[in-house]
């Protein structure tokens, strides 16, 4: 009976789910959890060593799965849109699931930051977001279950030292998903956030690589420790799901208890 339960709620067999970032990270982790139903999935990322070694981690949970990888480095409205019109070669018309896990961080003090680095930030984690929202609206439409989630970040309600451009970046993305939520709840449409804490992930190799560091981001951490990229799954599943249909413009904090202090 419990299993029947959580089948009805959490099945994402014939969705089209498309995961930007999907190569590496939380990305990954999100396409290993839903490559276990029968579903199209596309991911985007740019390095495409990684891609072939995340199609290589998904073969390992499903032996006959097959993933759409699109090598994409989007940095403008051009790539986006060139993107966004490879779907339709690939025969992808409509998308359920949107999951928006790109991002990029540049840590330092403002007086050791350049201008370029400040807008680097804001254009990949900000400017690309609200392009690939733009972009994707009319594929997202087509569906009567239709989800998008973006990836803050503890960083879009809190801040700390040397994060300028990325707590920006964040605080921005939180509010243009908490607007999508309103300009898209006529359409059925959910728009939600998760802002994870530290993550055992590629983004924190400059904290992870640094023991002072690490230690100094530990102690914020009530639970004492940095989270597993697997650790987020339950959250991605829950705002994925069909039967989500009233939650939207919500950000879940992942975080240890980090933002709880
Ligand atoms: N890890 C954490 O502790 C943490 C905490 C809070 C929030 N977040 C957020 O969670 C999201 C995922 O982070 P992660 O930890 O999984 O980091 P990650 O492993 O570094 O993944 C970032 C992804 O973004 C892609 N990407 C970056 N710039 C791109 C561009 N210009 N065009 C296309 N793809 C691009 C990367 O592709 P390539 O690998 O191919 O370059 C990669 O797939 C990010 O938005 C991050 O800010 C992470």
Do not use: H
Request: proline share 2%; charged share 20%.
């Amino acid at each position: 009976m419990g299993f029947q339960l959580e089948d009805k709620y959490f099945n994402f067999d014939n969705y089209n789910i498309v995961i930007f970032g999907g190569n590496s990270g939380f990305g990954l982790e999100i396409l290993k959890a839903f490559s276990r139903y029968n579903n199209k999935i596309i991911i985007v990322g740019r390095d495409q060593k990684k891609i072939n070694k995340a199609l290589k981690e998904v073969k390992k949970i499903n032996k006959n799965k097959k993933i759409i990888s699109l090598k994409a480095n989007l940095t403008n409205e051009k790539t986006v849109k060139t993107l966004f019109n490879k779907f339709k070669t690939k025969k992808i018309n409509k998308i359920d699931i949107l999951i928006n896990c790109i991002g990029i961080n540049k840590r330092n003090n403002i007086e050791n930051l350049s201008f370029q680095d400040w807008q680097e930030v804001i254009n990949i984690n900000l400017n690309i977001s609200f392009l690939i929202s733009k972009y994707s609206l009319n594929f997202l439409k087509k569906s009567n279950k239709a989800r998008m989630i973006n990836f803050t970040s503890i960083f879009s309600t809190v801040s700390f030292e040397g994060r300028t451009p990325y707590a920006s970046s964040k605080g921005g993305l939180l509010l243009l998903t908490k607007t999508l939520a309103l300009e898209w709840a006529k359409y059925n449409i959910t728009v939600n956030s998760i802002s994870p804490g530290p993550f055992l992930t590629e983004l924190n190799l400059p904290v992870l690589n640094n023991k002072k560091n690490y230690r100094e981001f530990c102690k914020n951490i009530p639970m004492g420790r940095f989270g597993n990229p697997e650790e987020i799954i339950t959250s991605v599943m829950f705002l994925s799901s069909a039967r989500s249909t009233y939650v939207t413009g919500s950000n879940i904090m992942v975080d240890g208890g980090w933002t709880s202090k």
